[in-house]
């Protein structure tokens, strides 16, 4: 009899987690009504930003945070969906996207660099990312990396040179916090233990910039054997205080022809029998 019970009770809660078969709870998309690969901006206005771009393009969902549109962009089928802020809400995004059959993710946002020499406006695309989130800890060990696949890095990097914009490819860490937890000062003052060192060591380690989706992208990609990365534009250089929304319409453009890349990637893999894109297959 207890088990009985057990697999009922078992039985109930598995039917609710899933209360619509056709569409995805939170961002409301079925199969079909996204691209293989799907852009990740923050801010839901950005899409039109990012849209503006493309051939062409057709809004498919809108629901709370979540905005997407299904498009092209010089031919190559792209869509976007934004995930609001921080890595919770991201990370919904990429379980539900990943559920109708997405399986490439590019991160394009917006970031604080905290290295000299880089400029606001430039362009930073992430290799790996160092995880001071939670959500990514609710997946795997605080050990495990978020790592960047080295096709979407390799995509990012050739977009960014063809457009000519200025980037650094480096180590980005993902924050819970825009305040406390990125070494800036809360309400009336407030100052969170070791802040007033973070950005220094984070400095002294080589890492390049500071934001708060990436490594919870990163690492949950690289548990469903998915391909992610990110390229944000600097709005903050936390070495000299200077701040300006710059550069947003950049990594947009940098994402999405990358997004084109990755398909003449896939098609030359396939060609070559190859399981991975690499320096010896020529673009």
């Known amino acids: 009899m207890t088990d009985d019970i057990e697999r009922s009770a078992g039985d109930a809660v598995g039917d609710s987690e899933d209360p619509n078969d056709e569409v995805q709870y939170h961002v409301e998309v079925g199969t079909g009504d996204v691209a293989d690969a799907v852009l990740l901006p923050g801010n839901p206005e950005r899409v039109d930003k990012i849209t503006a771009l493309w051939d062409d393009h057709e809004e498919v969902a809108h629901h709370r945070e979540y905005r997407t549109a299904t498009g092209t962009y010089e031919g190559a089928p ?156 600097v709005y903050a250089n936390r070495v000299t205080g200077e701040f300006r929304t710059e550069g947003e319409s950049r990594a947009a453009e940098t994402a999405s022809l990358a997004v084109k890349l990755l398909a003449r990637m896939d098609e030359i893999k396939r060609e070559a029998g190859a399981d991975r894109w690499h320096a010896g297959l020529s673009l």
């Open 78 to 233: 792209v869509s976007v969906t934004s995930t609001g802020i921080g890595s919770p809400s991201a990370a919904i995004a990429v379980e539900e996207l990943a559920r109708v059959g997405v399986d490439t993710f590019v991160r394009v946002g917006s970031c604080g660099a905290i290295q000299p020499g880089m400029e606001v406006g430039d362009l930073v695309i992430t290799t790996g990312a160092v995880r001071q989130e939670g959500t990514s800890d609710e997946y795997v060990r605080e050990d495990y990396p978020a790592t960047a696949d080295g096709e979407v890095v390799s995509a990012l990097v050739a977009a960014a040179e063809r457009l000519g914009y200025d980037y650094h490819a480096g180590i980005t860490m993902s924050a819970d916090s825009f305040y406390a937890g990125q070494g800036r000062p809360g309400f009336e003052g407030f100052e969170a233990a070791g802040s007033d060192e973070l950005v220094a060591a984070l400095r002294d380690a080589n890492v390049k910039n500071i934001e708060m989706e990436a490594s919870a992208i990163l690492t949950i990609a690289n548990v469903y054997g998915l391909r992610a990365g990110a390229v944000c534009s």
